[in-house]
């Protein structure tokens, strides 16, 4: 093998590209990176890779071979990066990254916009399509689609070099899907991102592996799968949203010695939540946003700041310590850990663990408003009992976040005392 695009053997055999400082990867003028474009201004002779001429804007390539960042010898940094363009791969054609100096590999597709409050977008993607996609090395994919039309999807990002994310893009498969692996190939942010598999067997886990420091607003899809999420990894997920029927349950856990935590997922309904959770004292955890509004009793009362509050749950254990209202009557928390916003505002409203898992639920809850910490003489205390609203179906509850008002009654005298007649 050599640097440079090749295909050292007959039509329709491999192609691979090494070496970002080989002039082969200047040919579409873009310096020290390969894109689909210049495999394309390479000429192979087979004629196997070829430009459609499609919308100048929005590129189309055809590839009759397999195609592999790395040529299975070199070990030099290499790095595909392309915008608004659309690689399919013919039949049973593979799109992979080699194993042979993964680290130093890189799959830059699209371009990331930096949102609001850190919550991030994707443009101008590219679509790869092909029989089986393995992507290794660091990988920064937004706006994009990949599609395994065959074999399991797999993403490993490689963590030790550089962070690896995914964003606002498809992931599809007719198999399973491996979004890293824990620790050792995690990404650092997976967000607003479907896994989608049109396997209609009934047999498969979708998501069988996986591996993000955070995930946000995730989507998997299945007509009729075993479980749509499993894992021998650890797993912290905010908005997990899952949909289609699963023949075993949601989620389950047979293997793997760490807790799960999901934060406000919606359920399926098609079929019990979660079937086990491997290894006495590990925990699937369900989380929800607990974030009253504070204000006074009289009409017209603005909302309340600097209210002590301290809630418990139904053992009487003490979730939160004392946390004050802001200037909105409300409260601002993050009680895991605070470089995790997934965390932010969210209570543990129940947990699962076992061989056979049930939910174990830790409402109802108890907050006392202005009765702990430095307290506010103006108003009386209040106790409230409280838990998540939910909807029971055939397969077990789902619940909601709790945003209840609270109405808290001027105090009429001086001292402190405890108002017990309830709130509207």
Known sequence: MAAGVNQPGAPGTLITFEDNLHADADLDAALDTYSFSDIALKALA??????????????????RASITNG??????????????????????????????????????LGEKIQGVAGKPGGKNGCKVVAANVLIRGVLR??????????????????????????INSLVQSFSTIVCGIGTSNPFRYVYNVEFMSGSTSGTLNIVNNWGAEQAERITIECALCQRFFQSAQGARIRDLVLIGTPTLADVGFPVGDFDRDLIEPVWSGNGPQIDTVALPGRY????????????????????????????RDKNGADLTGVLYTN??????????DPTLGIFDGVLKARRATGAVAAWEELGPFTTRYNLDGVRRSDYLGETVEWNFPRVTGAFGDQLSPMTDAVKLTPNPASGFEEWRGGYT
């Not at 200037?327 to 895991?336: D, F, H, I, P």
């Open 141 to 166: 994919i937004y706006g994009s689609t990949l599609r395994s039309t065959s074999a399991t999807l797999t993403l490993l990002p490689d963590a030790t070099v550089d962070y690896s994310e995914i």
């Open 284 to 311: 699937l955890n369900e989380w929800w946003r607990f974030n009253p509004a504070v204000s006074g009793r009289v009409a017209g009362s603005p909302k309340l700041a600097n209210i002590p509050t301290l809630t």
């Open 71 to 108: 040529d299975g010898v070199g070990t030099q940094p290499t790095t595909l990066r392309d915008t608004n363009a659309t690689l399919v791969l013919d039949a049973t054609k593979n799109f992979q990254v080699s194993s042979v100096g993964s680290s130093v590999r890189r799959t830059e």
């Open 327 to 336: 200037s909105e009557g409300s409260l601002a928390y993050n009680l895991v």
């Open 46 to 63: 087979s004629g196997d890779y070829t430009d459609l001429g499609t919308n100048p804007a929005d590129r189309s390539f055809r590839s």
